[in-house]
């Protein structure tokens, strides 16, 4: 008996029908031999059908994990999050998420999309896993973030509960105790950028337009407003850049200063931050 031959039109009426993915509805309809009801049932048996219903509710838990290659060239951060942090806290939800991240960080692949696509294990795509995982659990599963960085050492920081992880690039090598106190300190203080030459220009505008604003509503001279709030802009790069901050291992320095106390040449070129 020959196979029967399935449409792309089908398959999209499927997956607008569930809610599924369009490799999920192609093997559904093919395994039910072109029947919708059939192929609806064996979604749902999956747990993938089941996990459409779910789009409105929000995965506001999860677990973030970063990861570095072992010559510290490259790192990545992934986030699978789900709705519940009893979830979250399950050690093969964990262990699942840690496989996801290996995954990233041996394949590096460049957005999000093409990591869903990756192989997760036999035969199953990391898209296809997340789905699995919805019907398995009960709850919406999300990969809802996935960071990646290169550098000369790349350092990794995972925060304890799993909620918050970093990674942090420094132009050398042989600093990695400075790269994670670093790291942990952005996990803390979630600075914007690294120096002042890297924040956004709509960010400086917008912070330019509140000093001005706020100078007005104090009463100060409309000559004197472009300076106040260049000065608060000042003040604005000193607590929200790294390298401006006080470090907080030690208070009579900033970062800046304290990789300067290492190498006069030592310096963060770029960090990411996923938090939930």
Not at 49 to 74: C, F, N, T
Not at 112 to 127: K, M
Not at 154 to 162: A, E, F, G, I, R
Request: hydrophobic fraction near 40%; aromatic fraction near 4%; glycine fraction near 6%.
């Amino acid at each position: 008996m020959s196979e029967i031959k399935i449409s792309t039109a089908d398959i999209q009426k499927l997956r607008e029908m569930t809610g599924a993915g369009m490799m999920d509805c192609k093997k559904a309809l093919t395994e039910a031999n072109g029947d919708f009801q059939e192929a609806i049932d064996l979604l749902r048996k999956k747990g993938i059908a089941k996990a459409a219903k779910r789009e409105d509710r929000e995965a506001k838990e999860g677990v973030v994990i970063a990861l570095a290659s072992p010559d510290q060239k490259r790192g990545v951060i992934i986030a699978l999050q789900c709705e519940t942090d009893f979830v979250a806290r399950n050690e093969g939800y964990i262990a699942t998420a840690r496989r996801m991240a290996e995954i990233a960080l041996e394949k590096f692949p460049s957005t999000l999309s093409e990591l869903l696509e990756q192989p997760y294990e036999n035969g199953v795509s990391i898209r296809e896993k997340v789905g699995e995982q919805n019907g398995v659990i009960g709850e919406k599963v999300e990969l809802g973030r996935y960071e990646r960085l290169e550098g000369a050492c790349v350092v990794t920081y995972n925060h304890s509960n799993n909620k918050r992880s970093v990674l942090l690039a420094l132009n050398k090598q042989g600093f990695d105790e400075a790269g994670r106190n670093l790291a942990m300190q952005v996990a803390a203080l979630s600075p914007v950028s690294v120096s002042k030459d890297d924040v956004a220009p709509e960010i400086i505008e917008k912070e330019l337009e509140i000093g001005r604003e706020q100078a007005r509503n104090e009463g100060k001279p409309e000559a004197m407003l472009d300076k106040i709030a260049q000065g608060r802009l000042n003040k604005f790069f000193q607590e929200n850049t790294l390298l401006g901050q006080t470090y907080v291992k030690d208070q009579s320095q900033t970062v800046e200063q304290y990789l300067k106390s290492l190498d006069k040449e030592l310096t963060v070129t770029s960090f990411k931050l996923v938090a939930l």
